[in-house]
């Protein structure tokens, strides 16, 4: 095993990093702010695909990197695998996680998926204000999940699901 | 009577939920280096980091309190201490050493040889003026202020400047007395 800290520092760091972006820097632009989240997951699943796959032979499809992102990649990330991984072999896979452990912590609505929020900034009412909060959570490993499979040669959309709580389905489109 | 709060933090790392360090470094640094890009003065860079650890020292310090089994230190010596011992090594897995007290015993010096913060990093030259770190020193002055300390932290040494080692200056600006603001028959 290697070096560890406290759950609470990177809890803490995302937390406050998602904040500082929503509330203070682009607090009139969530769009910009959740693009900028996404970019700094991207830069962090860059770099920890690169330390993780470094001693191993490159992988023959897409099938078997997505496999790596499930069990290797997830456990050392979350000390659990994720728990269904579903494909319709055209270039779409589903990547379910039963208890994602970075919204356990977070108050939810979910009648609104990441997509939808994003975009639908017309009415605000408490309830889709929730649940921009929580999709702003989402951006972050969103980004780490794309970062990955770019590094290894797979350049993807990834979007999440959380209409099944505390379940959260990341969506991975490998583009053509 | 011998104190019952206890003497390092080993126990208490033990026992919390923990995370492969890597990805709080790499998380972290890939923040740090978007702030750089978005903000673009180093100044407010610097700025945000301290406020965005005075908001996870505020939270912090609850867990702390919750988990560390430390009683009310007798004065701001014991404080000090149970920082560098308990405080850094609960959450960071690391102890700082306590030096250079002045004669009021108000400030002291937190010197840290190792800081997960920091693997792999490397500034470039433009970055001269900015406290990588200064999310730490958010988190103590948060924390602190949460039992009625006011302090003002900054950084005296720091390697990633070509120091020998990290070294945070704390100071003691004024004990807040605690107000309840209940009553006590409610």
Redesign the interface.
Same mark, same amino acid.
């Given at each position: 095993m290697g070096r560890e800290v406290a759950e609470s520092c990177i809890d803490g760091v995302i937390i406050e990093m998602v904040s500082a972006y929503c509330k203070r820097f682009y607090a009139t632009k969530p769009e910009l702010a959740a693009r900028r989240i996404e970019a700094i997951g991207y830069q962090v699943g860059h770099q920890l695909i690169e330390r993780y796959t470094v001693e191993r032979p490159r992988f023959s499809d897409h099938l078997e990197a997505i496999k790596f992102i499930c069990k290797d990649f997830w456990s050392e990330l979350f000390k659990k695998q994720i728990d269904n991984l579903k494909t319709n072999h055209r270039g779409t896979f589903v990547l379910q996680d039963n208890r994602f452990r970075w919204l356990t912590r977070v108050s939810i609505d979910p009648s609104l998926d990441i997509s939808e929020a994003s975009q639908d900034s017309s009415a605000v009412t408490p309830e889709n204000k929730a649940a921009e909060a929580t999709s702003m959570h989402l951006y972050f490993p969103c980004g780490i999940i794309r970062g990955a499979l770019s590094n290894l040669g797979i350049p993807c959309a990834v979007s999440a699901d959380i209409s099944n709580l505390p379940a959260c389905s990341f969506v991975v489109r490998v583009k053509a | 009577m011998a104190p019952l709060a206890p003497k390092t933090g080993d126990a208490v790392?033990a026992s @919390? +939920? !923990? @995370?492969? /360090?890597? *990805?709080?470094t *790499?998380?972290?640094g /890939? %923040?740090v !280096?978007?702030l750089l890009t +978005? *903000?673009e003065e180093v100044d407010e860079v610097n700025k945000?980091l301290d406020? %965005?650890g005075y908001?996870?020292g505020v939270?912090?310090i609850d867990?702390f309190l919750a988990k560390s089994n430390v009683s009310r230190c007798v004065d701001f010596k014991e404080t000090a201490d149970v920082i560098a011992k308990v405080g850094f090594k %609960?959450?960071?897995?690391i102890t700082a050493s306590v030096t250079s007290w002045d004669a009021e015993g108000t400030s002291f010096s937190l010197v840290l040889e190792d800081n997960?913060l920091v +693997?792999f990093v490397e500034l470039p030259d433009t970055c001269q003026g900015l406290h990588y770190c200064n999310?730490l020193s958010g988190v103590l002055r948060g924390a602190l202020e949460m039992v009625s300390m006011k302090t003002e932290v900054t950084w005296v040494r720091d390697m990633l400047h070509g120091d020998d080692a990290y070294e945070l200056r704390v100071k003691l600006l004024k004990q807040v007395p605690e107000e309840y603001p209940y009553k006590d028959d409610e």
């Amino acid at each position: 095993m290697g070096r560890e800290v406290a759950e609470s520092c990177i809890d803490g760091v995302i937390i406050e990093m998602v904040s500082a972006y929503c509330k203070r820097f682009y607090a009139t632009k969530p769009e910009l702010a959740a693009r900028r989240i996404e970019a700094i997951g991207y830069q962090v699943g860059h770099q920890l695909i690169e330390r993780y796959t470094v001693e191993r032979p490159r992988f023959s499809d897409h099938l078997e990197a997505i496999k790596f992102i499930c069990k290797d990649f997830w456990s050392e990330l979350f000390k659990k695998q994720i728990d269904n991984l579903k494909t319709n072999h055209r270039g779409t896979f589903v990547l379910q996680d039963n208890r994602f452990r970075w919204l356990t912590r977070v108050s939810i609505d979910p009648s609104l998926d990441i997509s939808e929020a994003s975009q639908d900034s017309s009415a605000v009412t408490p309830e889709n204000k929730a649940a921009e909060a929580t999709s702003m959570h989402l951006y972050f490993p969103c980004g780490i999940i794309r970062g990955a499979l770019s590094n290894l040669g797979i350049p993807c959309a990834v979007s999440a699901d959380i209409s099944n709580l505390p379940a959260c389905s990341f969506v991975v489109r490998v583009k053509a | 009577m011998a104190p019952l709060a206890p003497k390092t933090g080993d126990a208490v790392f033990a026992s @919390v +939920d !923990r @995370v492969n /360090a890597e *990805l709080f470094t *790499l998380t972290y640094g /890939a %923040m740090v !280096r978007q702030l750089l890009t +978005d *903000l673009e003065e180093v100044d407010e860079v610097n700025k945000q980091l301290d406020q %965005m650890g005075y908001n996870i020292g505020v939270r912090l310090i609850d867990e702390f309190l919750a988990k560390s089994n430390v009683s009310r230190c007798v004065d701001f010596k014991e404080t000090a201490d149970v920082i560098a011992k308990v405080g850094f090594k %609960m959450f960071l897995g690391i102890t700082a050493s306590v030096t250079s007290w002045d004669a009021e015993g108000t400030s002291f010096s937190l010197v840290l040889e190792d800081n997960p913060l920091v +693997d792999f990093v490397e500034l470039p030259d433009t970055c001269q003026g900015l406290h990588y770190c200064n999310i730490l020193s958010g988190v103590l002055r948060g924390a602190l202020e949460m039992v009625s300390m006011k302090t003002e932290v900054t950084w005296v040494r720091d390697m990633l400047h070509g120091d020998d080692a990290y070294e945070l200056r704390v100071k003691l600006l004024k004990q807040v007395p605690e107000e309840y603001p209940y009553k006590d028959d409610e």
